[in-house]
Nanobody, 128 residues
Framework: QVQLVESGGDLVQPGDSLRLSCAAS????????MGWFRQAAGKERAFVAG????????WYADSVKGRLTISRDTAKNTVYLQMNSLKPEDTALYYC?????????????????????WGQGTKVTVSS
């Protein structure tokens, strides 16, 4: 049974930093891609960042390049999203997702439909 548990969401002010964590269990295949997506109120779920579990190759949405960084700790089976210089538009529910790299890439790393496994989400609110 695959389980993804996100944590680290909080209410912060613009310009602050946060680090989100996603603890994975039940499936830690080296050929998987881990992704972070976010969904703001009234909007569709959107890709934020992705990382290949074994190679460490990363992908980012243009809107977050330079501010958000995805990383993983293979010993802890945990993926992180370091979020710097947060803006009000970063406010959203952040989800962790996991899927086989070939299947994910066949649909495009940024497409949420390629990831069969999802966490419950962690809420990030950026407000002054």
């Amino acid at each position: 049974q695959v389980q993804l548990v996100e944590s680290g969401g909080d209410l912060v002010q613009p310009g602050d930093s946060l680090r989100l964590s996603c603890a994975a269990s039940g499936r830690t295949f080296s050929s998987d891609i881990m992704g972070w997506f976010r969904q703001a109120a009234g909007k569709e779920r959107a890709f934020v960042a992705g990382i290949h579990w074994s190679s460490g190759r990363t992908w980012y949405a243009d809107s977050v390049k330079g501010r958000l960084t995805i990383s993983r700790d293979t010993a802890k089976n945990t993926v992180y999203l370091q979020m710097n210089s947060l803006k009000p538009e970063d406010t959203a529910l952040y989800y962790c997702a996991q899927g086989d790299a070939l299947a994910v890439q066949a649909r495009g790393v940024m497409a949420h439909t390629g990831y069969p496994y999802w966490g419950q989400g962690t809420k990030v609110t950026v407000s002054s």
